[in-house]
C-alpha cells in the first residue's frame, strides 16, 4: 500500500474510492427474514464508538506530533498496533479483525511525517464513509 502516486501527492482514490471500500468492510450485515433486507449486524461490525476512539487516539497524536515532533512520537504511533490486536483479541472482541488489519497495514507503512498526515487523511475519509453508511447507527 502506498499512500503517494509516482509525483508524490497523495493518490485521490485513497481518499475516494479506497475509504469507501474501507468503510464498508467494518460493516457486517445480515438478512433480515422479515423483510428480506440487509441490516447492520451490531455484534460483528465495528461500531461508531470504537472507530471514534481509535480515531480520536490518532488525532492526539496528531497533535503531539505538532509539538514535539515526528521522531519523538512515531513509536507512539507504531504502538497503536498493540492496542488494535488487544480489542481484537478472539476471546472478547471489541473490533472486528478487519478494522484491526487496517490500523496494523497502514502503521507498518508509516516510516515519516508526510506518510503519518497522508494515513491522517485517509482515516479521515474511512471515518466520513463510515457514517454516510446507510444502517450505521452511533451505536
Given at each position: ?82 492496542k ?30 508526510k ?25
Open positions: 500500500m502506498g499512500y503517494f502516486d509516482e509525483k508524490g501527492v497523495i493518490r485521490s482514490d485513497l481518499l475516494e474510492k479506497e475509504a469507501s471500500k474501507q468503510a464498508e468492510e467494518f460493516i457486517q450485515y445480515y438478512e433480515n427474514r422479515r423483510t428480506g433486507r440487509k441490516s447492520v449486524d451490531n455484534k460483528g461490525s465495528l461500531s461508531s464508538a470504537q472507530l471514534r476512539k481509535f480515531f480520536n487516539e490518532f488525532r492526539q497524536l496528531e497533535k503531539k506530533v505538532g509539538v514535539e515532533g515526528f521522531d519523538k512520537i512515531k513509536p507512539l504511533i507504531k504502538m497503536v498496533k498493540s488494535a490486536a488487544y480489542a481484537s483479541n478472539p476471546s472478547n472482541p471489541k473490533i472486528p479483525r478487519s478494522f484491526k488489519n487496517f490500523l496494523i497495514t497502514n502503521l507498518d507503512c508509516i516510516e515519516r511525517e506518510d503519518f498526515e497522508a494515513f491522517m487523511l485517509h482515516f479521515e475519509a474511512v471515518v466520513g464513509f463510515f457514517y454516510g453508511i446507510e444502517g450505521v447507527k452511533n451505536n
